[in-house]
Nanobody
């Protein structure tokens, strides 16, 4: 089992920045891939970014490339998502996730999920 706890959500104006964190605990070695997903009410959950634990290779959804950066600190078992140039369309509940391969954002099928943290961007 892997436990994931997100933090760092909030409300910002368009053009602003937020940094999300996700602290992982438990059998993290069983999940070589971690990532961030987001969901708006009434829509499917979508992958935002993902990263391979051992190689730090990253993947991004086209909608966030150049604005969001995923990273992780393996010593702290913590995943991050730096979000810059935020747009109202980025408003969603953001979830941290962990799982096995594949790790590409669109293909990732996580086994574990955090409880989510709300991000609201106003125009």
């Amino acid at each position: 089992q892997v436990q994931l706890v997100e933090s760092g959500g909030g409300s910002v104006q368009a053009g602003g920045s937020l940094r999300l964190s996700c602290a992982a605990s438990g059998n993290t070695a069983s999940s070589p891939c971690t990532g961030w997903f987001r969901q708006v009410p009434g829509k499917e959950r979508e992958g935002v970014a993902s990263i391979l634990t051992n190689t730090y290779i990253t993947y991004y959804a086209d909608s966030v490339k150049g604005r969001f950066t995923i990273s992780r600190d393996n010593a702290k078992n913590t995943l991050y998502l730096q979000m810059n140039s935020l747009e109202p369309e980025d408003t969603a509940m953001y979830y941290c996730a962990a799982g096995g391969f594949p790790c590409r954002t669109a293909s990732m099928r996580p086994n574990y999920w955090g409880q989510g943290t709300q991000v609201t961007v106003s125009s």
